[in-house]
């Protein structure tokens, strides 16, 4: 059985993914504290706002009604409010069925617990 903890940080990623889906960068970078970083290959965003910006405009742009699939690998709390998440992922384009060959991504996520929840403190990404 999941913990309780477990699942709130898995809870945190199902909502990011929703908004994704729904291609709001404001709700998804809700799931993110203000001080989040996220890099990507070839970008670094540094803060909610940045990364809202970055999706904002990938979401009107190239991401525009895609979704992503994504498989929870491991969730480990090296400390009660850190959390660990790697996943394989990768976006599925806008009226496709499945991702396109060779765009899955490994994927680090470090969430913390700040004021009784779960926010994203951290991304990374590279080619799986």
């Keep these: 059985m999941r913990s309780e903890n477990e699942s ?10 929703e908004a994704w ?5 404001d709700a998804m970078t809700a799931c993110y504290l203000e001080d989040a970083t996220s890099a990507l290959p070839g970008s670094l965003s540094d803060g909610r706002t940045a990364v809202r910006d970055r999706m904002a405009g990938a979401f009107a742009g190239p991401l525009k ?8 690998h491991s969730v480990r709390f090296p400390t009660a409010d850190v959390a660990l998440v790697v996943s394989r992922s990768a976006i599925v384009p806008a009226g496709e069925a499945e991702p396109a ?3 899955w991504v490994i994927a680090t996520w470090t969430l913390a617990r700040r004021d009784g929840g779960w926010r994203v403190a951290a991304y990374h990404n590279c080619a799986a």
Excluded at 65 to 72: H, K, L
């Design 101 to 103: 060959e060779g765009s």
């Design 8 to 17: 709130a940080v898995r809870a945190v990623l199902g909502e990011l993914y």
């Design 21 to 25: 889906a729904a291609g709001d960068a």
């Design 65 to 72: 009604g895609s979704r992503v699939v994504d498989e929870v």
